[in-house]
Every structure is written in structure tokens, then in C-alpha cells.
């Protein structure tokens, strides 16, 4: 379904970016990242280095079509849940999303290459919000913003993604450090 050359840019960093399996994509079936057909939701995470924020490239399938043609926003606002949790994890908050707001800008091409990112805003006892965005891969258009409050829990209620989180985080500290 995706093309040599789109495998080939979604897993390609950008100068500055390091790749990055987050904790929950060991898990079978996972609904933004679980897809390896292409028909869905195609994405490779990374961490943007200098502010340890998150990116990701997508693209979306055939299979994630609301307008025809186009991205339906439940897809967009799930790889902004996906992201910003994403980014949240990585600075060290084992979070679940409580709210979530996306602000679809600009309707989304199916098969279009587009870049998230993502970043902690503020952290407050448990609530810790985020910030994301969702962009055109190789240009400037927003197609959608999200913002979202995500709650800390007891770590020990994640069970094996705990101690895969502290593994995966400490060896991408090592590699860029
Ligand atoms: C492994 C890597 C993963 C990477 C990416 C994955 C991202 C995926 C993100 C998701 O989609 S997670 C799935 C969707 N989310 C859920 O299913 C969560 C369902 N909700 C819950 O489990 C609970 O409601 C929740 C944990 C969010 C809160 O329950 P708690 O009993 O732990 O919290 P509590 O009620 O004590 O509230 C703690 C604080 O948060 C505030 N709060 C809780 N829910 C809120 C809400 N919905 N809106 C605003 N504030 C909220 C609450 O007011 C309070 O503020 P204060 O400390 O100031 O008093």
C-alpha cells in the first residue's frame, strides 16, 4: 500500500531528530501505531533532541477516510492523542489522557506526508498538558492543533510498559548524550 519512497521518508530523520519505539508499540494491536499494512495509519515517532519534544511522520491510508479523499478527524485527533501522550511519557509522566481538543485547520490528502509534533506545556502535581500539531510533511499547512491534559497514574498500573519506558528512554539518552 505505501510506496519504497514513502517507507523510506517516514522512517528517515530530520537533522536533529532521533528514532523512538514508544513503550506502548510492544503491545499487539495498538490503534494509532498497530497498523503495518499501510491501509490505515502509518508512523514513525522520534524525539526532536534539542528540547526533547516529539515528532513523528504519518501518512494517512485509504482506510482512516472521512471527506472523500481526505483524513477523517477522528484519525487526526487520535495521532494527536497518540503524539501528545507520546511526548508526555517521554519526559517521564505515565499518563492517560483526560481531555483532548483538536482544531481541524485544513482538510488532509490521504496519502499526503505529514509531520507531528508535540510538547509538554505545563505540569501541575498530576495534570500534565501537552501541545500538538499536525503538519504538512514538506511545508507550512496546519491540518489540525490539538490540545490535551493528561493525568499521571501509578506507574505500577501500566504494568510491563513501565520498565519498557525506563529502558527505551534511558538507552535514547545514552545514544545522543
Ligand atoms: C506507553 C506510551 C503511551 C503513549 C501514548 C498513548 C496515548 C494514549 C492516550 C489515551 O488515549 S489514554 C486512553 C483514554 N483515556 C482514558 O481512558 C482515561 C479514562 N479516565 C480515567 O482513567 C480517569 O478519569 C483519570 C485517570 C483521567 C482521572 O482519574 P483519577 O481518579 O486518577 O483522578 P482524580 O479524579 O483524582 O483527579 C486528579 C486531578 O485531575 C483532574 N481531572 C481528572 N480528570 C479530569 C478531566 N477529565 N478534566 C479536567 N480535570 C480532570 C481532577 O480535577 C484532579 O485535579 P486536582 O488535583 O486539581 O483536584
Known amino acids: 500500500?505505501?510506496?519504497?519512497?514513502?517507507?523510506?521518508?517516514?522512517?528517515?530523520p530530520q537533522p536533529g531528530w532521533s528514532a523512538?519505539?514508544?513503550?506502548?508499540?510492544?503491545?499487539?494491536?495498538?490503534?494509532?501505531?498497530g497498523d503495518s499494512s499501510g491501509r490505515r495509519l502509518s508512523l514513525r515517532?522520534?524525539?526532536?533532541?534539542?528540547?526533547?519534544?516529539?515528532?513523528?511522520?504519518?501518512?494517512?491510508?485509504?482506510?482512516?477516510?472521512?471527506?472523500p479523499?481526505?483524513?477523517?478527524g477522528g484519525s487526526m485527533a487520535a495521532v494527536l492523542d497518540d503524539?501528545?501522550?507520546?511526548?508526555?511519557?517521554?519526559?517521564?509522566?505515565?499518563?492517560?489522557?483526560?481531555?483532548?481538543?483538536a482544531r481541524f485547520k485544513t482538510m488532509l490528502p490521504l496519502g499526503a506526508r505529514c509531520v507531528v509534533e508535540?510538547?509538554?506545556?505545563?505540569?501541575?502535581?498530576?495534570k500534565v498538558r501537552v501541545a500538538g500539531r499536525l503538519r504538512q510533511g514538506d511545508g507550512d499547512t496546519v491540518f489540525a492543533e490539538g490540545e490535551a491534559l493528561f493525568i499521571t497514574l501509578d506507574p505500577k498500573k501500566f504494568g510491563v510498559l513501565t520498565s519498557e519506558a525506563s529502558r527505551i528512554f534511558s538507552e535514547l539518552d545514552e545514544g545522543t548524550s
Open 1 to 12: 500500500m505505501l510506496s519504497d519512497d514513502d517507507v523510506k521518508w517516514l522512517e528517515t
Open 20 to 33: 523512538l519505539r514508544l513503550p506502548h508499540m510492544i503491545l499487539e494491536d495498538s490503534f494509532v501505531s
Open 45 to 67: 515517532f522520534f524525539r526532536h533532541d534539542p528540547d526533547r519534544s516529539l515528532r513523528a511522520k504519518v501518512i494517512f491510508g485509504p482506510g482512516t477516510q472521512g471527506p
Open 69 to 72: 479523499g481526505h483524513a477523517h
Open 83 to 101: 503524539a501528545m501522550g507520546g511526548a508526555a511519557w517521554m519526559q517521564g509522566h505515565p499518563v492517560v489522557a483526560a481531555e483532548l481538543t
Open 118 to 126: 508535540a510538547w509538554v506545556s505545563a505540569v501541575d502535581g498530576r
